[in-house]
């Protein structure tokens, strides 16, 4: 009997570690997000594919799970390491910093979404008031487990999806008690558990800023990673357990504690030590949603969870981009996000599952739309993938408005926004000299923007994009690109259009320099020989050289280089090659 019971619970620890061993490097490799893989093991080994088998096929038994309700704990233990980890992404000076927008558009997004589908269940469909507001605020939430991995916390859309599932998952404890209320618990308890939570809460800080630092210290002097990564997991335990034990969501103990080890000096090592042990963990989970979708249910009634998936999705894109839009969003940031934040959540499966214990919503709805939930956990990835296509279409969209409005007019206009153009933007800015960038990384441009450049969304090597310019209007024109061949195309496209605009471009080398003297640049800088220049002078001083002779020497070798491209384009005058002497004024 023991044996049995032994090779029973292996069979589950098998699958799990099978998985995890196999999905994840082989999705790698095909370069396709693990968590699909995870879902599809789900599908296959849960009590809807082979687990179903298992009773007729014994040997099934160790490498299928007919009991999703065997591994949910460790389910919950992976995400509560996810949270754990998001923490220590984040500070208290950040999340201070960021107030205003969890607690204004996170929890606008998650009202308006919730009182969209009561309104929608009440007044269309005839529900209850409370069995529609039950049901509004469980697909009103996204996915903390799989949006954030997606997004991170650090990009805008990331900041954004964090704002607004940080509100979330401190919503969900009182929505759990008004369904508590409902079912006949007692309504004082909500009062209780607020200041049971408050304290306790408190109680975390306090203890971890004065113990962590310490013990962290002493791992580190034992040069020990085990040290790490017991410190780490004890202490996202017992904050865990500590909010659950008066009422609160442990996922909110685990994001305090791991924000507490944010502000040590330890949390890259503490992050490096936790990553597997958290990917396995979010794995498990990712296995269990996999076993809530039955594929013959699915085959049964596709049309219904299809459309209600699509209505939930539509209805949380909009109300989420609109919001952000307001809020004062970029398009692209507002799209992506709303797109990516469309599905239901893990969370929505925990507040169907308490309404119906509660007698809040029927058993056969609770099922209904877990398998919506499931469905829509499950292709998140690919809402991801669409959201960053909208977000740089409606960026390039944008863009396009932008030019129309004539934005060259008094600037120095830079093609190609990468090291060499940012550079030429921070001296202009020394100097405060307006400028305006052009680069065709739609990425890029988006971050730059966030940090404050005036750059836009464009192909230079698009004839349109120069007319609309207006660079007719423009102080200069430098361009920075890495492409000969299009540098000195646009070079003689821009002196037809514009005979007077200074062009400085980017050159090469002294042949690549005479070809844009010819196109019909002012200036054009050789970085390769301008390097080996500065590169000569640095190696005869450091050995020795007097400064006087070298300098004389480099001097001489600049006009060698002058005369040489004189000859080679047949300028009526000596070129400046980016160093122009002073003025005699």
């Known amino acids: 009997m023991a044996g049995e019971l032994s090779l029973e619970g292996m069979g589950d620890a098998l699958v799990i570690l099978g998985a995890a061993g196999i999905v994840i490097p082989a999705f790698a490799r095909l370069k396709i997000n693990p968590v699909i893989g995870f879902i599809l093991v789900g599908i296959i080994a849960g009590p809807y594919g082979l687990g179903a088998m298992s009773s007729e096929v014994h040997w099934l038994q160790h490498f299928t799970i007919d009991d999703p309700e065997a591994i949910q704990p460790y389910a919950d233990f992976g995400v509560i390491l996810l949270l754990f980890a998001i923490g220590l992404e984040l500070s208290f000076k950040r999340l ?216 939930v999705l539509i209805v949380k894109a909009i109300v989420t981009g609109i919001l952000l839009r307001i809020a004062g969003a970029r ?120 940090a404050g450049s005036n750059v836009l969304y464009g192909d230079v090597a698009r004839g349109e994009l120069i007319e609309k310019l207006g660079l007719s209007k423009a102080a200069a024109l430098v361009l920075t690109m890495d492409d000969p061949v299009l540098t000195a195309r646009i070079s003689q496209r821009v002196r037809e259009l514009h005979p007077d605009l200074p062009i400085i471009a980017r050159a090469r080398d002294s042949e690549h320099a005479a070809k844009l003297y010819k196109a019909g640049v002012t200036d054009a800088v050789p970085e390769a020989l301008e390097a080996s220049l500065q590169l000569s002078e640095a190696v005869l001083v450091d050995i020795g050289v007097a400064m006087g002779p070298v300098i004389a020497s480099i001097h001489q070798k600049r006009s060698d280089l002058r005369d040489a491209i004189m000859s080679e384009s047949d300028l009526p005058q000596q070129p400046s090659l980016g160093r122009r002497r002073p003025s005699s004024s």
Do not use: C
């Open 96 to 311: 201070w910093t960021m107030r205003r927008i969890v607690f204004g558009i996170g929890a606008a997004e998650m009202l308006v979404t919730a009182s969209i589908f009561g309104a929608v269940l009440l007044f269309v469909i005839g529900w209850e008031l409370k069995s529609a507001a039950a049901l509004g605020l469980a697909l009103a939430m996204s996915s903390t487990a799989l949006v954030l991995p997606i997004s991170g916390t650090k990009s805008p859309v990331g900041r954004a999806a964090l704002a607004m599932l940080l509100f979330e998952d401190v919503a969900l404890v009182p929505m759990l008690f008004v369904f508590g209320t409902v079912g006949g618990a007692d309504v004082d308890g909500l009062a209780e558990v607020a200041i049971n939570g408050a304290i306790v809460v408190g109680a975390i800080l306090l203890v971890g800023k004065f113990l962590l630092s310490p013990l962290f210290a002493q791992a580190a002097r034992t040069k020990s990673p085990e040290g790490f990564f017991a410190i780490s997991l004890l202490t996202v335990i017992l904050a865990a357990a500590a909010t659950s034990f008066v009422g609160l969501s442990p996922i909110l103990g685990a994001l305090v504690a791991g924000m507490l080890i944010a502000e040590t000096d330890y949390h890259a090592e503490v992050e490096i030590v936790i990553a597997p042990l958290k990917g396995l963990g979010l794995g498990v989970f990712l296995i269990t949603i996999g076993m809530l979708i039955d594929l013959g249910s699915l085959a049964e009634q596709w049309h219904l969870l299809i459309g209600g998936l699509v209505a």
């Open 331 to 450: 398009r692209g940031v507002s799209a992506e996000t709303g797109i990516l934040m469309a599905s239901p959540s893990e969370t929505t499966l925990i507040v169907l599952g308490a309404a119906g214990t509660a007698g809040v919503l029927a058993t056969d709805t609770v099922a209904f739309w877990s398998a919506v939930t499931a469905l829509g956990l499950s292709i998140t990835p690919f809402l991801a993938s669409l959201g960053r296509i909208a977000g740089h279409r409606v960026e390039k969209e944008a863009a396009a408005q932008e030019l129309e409005q004539d934005p060259a007019a008094g600037r120095v206009v830079i093609f190609g926004f990468g090291r060499v153009g940012q550079m030429v933007a921070n001296m202009l800015q020394e100097h405060k000299k307006p400028y305006l960038g052009v680069d065709s990384n739609i990425d890029g441009v988006a971050r730059l923007r966030e």
